[in-house]
């Protein structure tokens, strides 16, 4: 038996545009009109859900209901019906028109030529949209859809549905999803004299995660900020989901008291959107992007957080995460099949992700750290992190996230974050393996001309990362960029495809570290924009080989394209990208906030790998 879940939501947002009104706005109306009156004036209907819940799961059905309450007459077969079409752009409740409406497409069109009329009582009209949200977990743009007469012809053919703010009916608009679960692990080797424990489980095994409520992860993103400030006596702290309760772990009798006390500050509504850019677009010259939009609404959190003694601290487990990987074959035997390690807060062990487990490794690891210290996750066919080339080019006085650069040795990147540093300046940020701390690489270059300088690199060459500015524990592969003369890096992205010349302004700096079930878009000028990414990890530990020599780096998110189905899923190719997130505090101590970090991705067959990331203060991208 399988058991599936299923919850319903109601539009973000609706309205309908009327042919005999082509330039008048109806954001607010208790009714929605959709369909043809017999002398051919036409009315649409459109609504929009926020399809998030929908990215990483196994959708089984979805189904779009309204209620019909009026309609030319009464019967399950009444005219050409009402076609629902998948929107594929933006629009919004207070503006669109009907000479202004957002285009649809016919692929998965769906009808329903019911109606009720005369002495018939309001009932449902329901449509199997399960296509279009597959589409739009998929990443195909999440713009609503339009309820229309198929091929609006002059007829009686229109229906009459109660709005979200309908105050009578009080059935507004809903869509209904069931999903199938995508499954666990499955232990195959369990922990004992013999070795440490190796699981199996399916390959998008943790894409299924919800996302959290913004209070929950402003919580556990300060519950982080204190399991590092107290590495030797708390654990990795995490949300169980289905309480909604903050564990934070303590691992010394001294943890105990620091781990129970109160979680509070402000929330920031909205962080967990999947693109994190301004609505609108703009091609040609650049705007000077510096200044921070308002924050948003906001919401007062407060969490007791509960206390679990636990034998591992954070430091216990950041540290053997990252030592693995400086181990070679005779130390740890079958070390090159490992492609990850990541605390794993729930069960408060390391998690090593390997392609290939021999008994040598279970048992090395076992003698090394203990049974109680580690868990394997035998993946056939992940692959060690990979480094790309290749970016677009951005010629004018503005530098865009996402843009490619040269360096004064032939060295070509690209620009990631804007960031403005507590000491005033503009700089961007990049992948610090492109400009290692060793290097001879000093400037920025277009054609001759040096337009900037390598301020900092927390990458070194035959080491790999290297802690922050006044950091000890945050790591990453991540550099600092100066540029120069009238040359500044601004707030907004490419997006689009390859070639595209279209860039939009990014929202904001987030506010908190990123947690499980995050959203997010990548987009590159190699590659195009690819959204509806999802975290699935995070501090995580890889070990790369660049430049010829085994280095790794440290503080990483895992993330994965949602795939519409598991056959679809190709072997994971890894890619670099970078987030960081803002918090105040003394510039060169804490430069580059808490963490620089990456984004190891995971991508569906067929499409190619992205390697940017656009997300938090401005951007992310890699080499």
């Known amino acids: 038996m399988t058991i599936q879940s299923a919850f319903s939501i109601t539009p973000t947002a609706d309205a309908d545009v009327w042919s005999v009104m082509p330039d008048q706005a109806f954001p607010t109306g208790e009714v929605l009109k959709a369909g043809t009156e017999s002398d051919g004036t036409a009315s649409r209907a459109y609504l929009k859900f926020d399809a998030s819940p929908f990215v990483g799961q196994a959708i089984s059905n979805v189904t779009l209901s309204l209620l019909n309450i009026d309609g030319p007459s009464c019967g399950t077969t009444v005219g050409a019906g009402i076609q629902v079409r998948r929107v594929t752009s933006a629009w919004s409740p207070s503006t669109v028109t009907w000479n202004s409406q957002p285009s649809n497409t016919t692929d998965n069109a769906v009808t329903n030529r019911s109606s009720i009329g005369g002495s018939c009582n309001p009932a449902p009209m329901t449509w199997d949209i399960t296509s279009m949200a597959r589409q739009w977990a998929g990443d195909a743009g999440d713009y609503g859809v339009v309820l229309m007469s198929p091929a609006e012809n002059k007829s009686a053919n229109y229906r009459i549905y109660a709005s979200v703010d309908n105050t009578m009916e009080m059935d507004p608009p809903k869509l209904t999803a069931t999903f199938a679960p995508v499954g666990g692990p499955v232990v195959v080797n369990p922990a004992g004299p013999d070795g440490v424990e190796v699981f199996t489980a399916p390959s998008n095994w943790g894409g299924d995660v919800l996302q959290m409520a913004e209070a929950q992860a402003h919580a556990l993103s300060a519950a982080y900020d204190r399991a590092e400030a107290h590495g030797n006596d708390l654990a990795p702290p995490y949300v169980d989901m289905v309480t909604g309760n903050v564990i934070v772990p303590a691992a010394s009798e001294a943890g105990q008291q620091t781990a129970s006390e109160i979680l509070a500050g402000t929330a920031y509504l909205g962080l967990g959107n999947i693109d994190w850019t301004v609505p609108g677009t703009y091609e040609g010259d650049d705007i000077d992007e510096d200044v921070e939009p308002p924050a948003g609404p906001t919401e007062e959190y407060s969490f007791n957080p509960q206390v679990a003694d636990v034998g591992n601290s954070y430091g216990r487990l950041t540290s053997i995460a990252r030592e693995i990987f400086t181990l070679n074959t005779s130390q740890l035997p079958g070390v090159g099949g490992i492609v990850s390690a990541a605390p794993w807060p729930e069960r408060n062990k390391v998690l090593l992700t390997a392609n290939a ?144 010349p279209t860039k939009r302004p990014v929202r904001r700096s987030w506010t908190r570290r990123v947690v499980y079930g995050d959203l997010y878009c990548v987009g590159g000028a190699a590659t195009g924009q690819s959204c509806n990414w999802k975290v699935n990890a995070i501090n995580k530990t890889f070990p790369m080989n660049y430049a010829g020599s085994q280095q790794w780096v440290g503080d990483l998110l895992n993330g994965a394209e949602v795939c519409a189905t598991e056959a679809a899923r190709r072997p994971e190719t890894p890619a670099v990208q970078y987030l960081l997130w803002s918090q105040t505090d003394t510039w060169l101590q804490r430069a580059y906030s808490q963490a620089a970090v990456s984004m190891r991705a995971t991508r569906c067959a067929g499409q190619p790998l992205v390697t940017y990331m656009m997300h938090a203060s401005v951007s992310a991208a890699t080499s």
């Not at 066919?381 to 865009?400: C, E, H, K």
């Not at 120069?484 to 390859?498: C, H, L, N």
């Open 357 to 500: 487990v021999t008994p040598e490794l279970r048992l090395a690891l076992a003698q090394r750290y203990g049974t109680n210290s580690m868990v394997i996750w035998l993946k056939p066919g992940a692959t060690r992190m990979q480094v790309m080339d290749s970016r677009d080019n951005d010629s004018d006085s503005f530098i865009n996230g996402g843009s490619r650069y040269v360096t004064n040795d032939g060295t070509q990147c690209t620009t990631a974050f804007a960031w403005r540093g507590t000491d005033g300046e503009r700089y961007m940020t990049t992948a610090g393996h492109c400009v290692p701390e060793d290097a001879d690489i000093e400037n920025i270059m277009r054609g001759s001309q040096s337009i900037g300088t390598v301020f900092w690199s927390s990458w070194k060459d035959n080491t790999g990362s290297i802690p922050l500015p006044g950091r000890t524990s945050a790591y990453g592969d991540i550099a600092l960029l100066d540029y120069t003369g009238p040359i500044e890096p601004t707030a907004s992205i490419f997006v689009g495809g390859t070639d595209s």
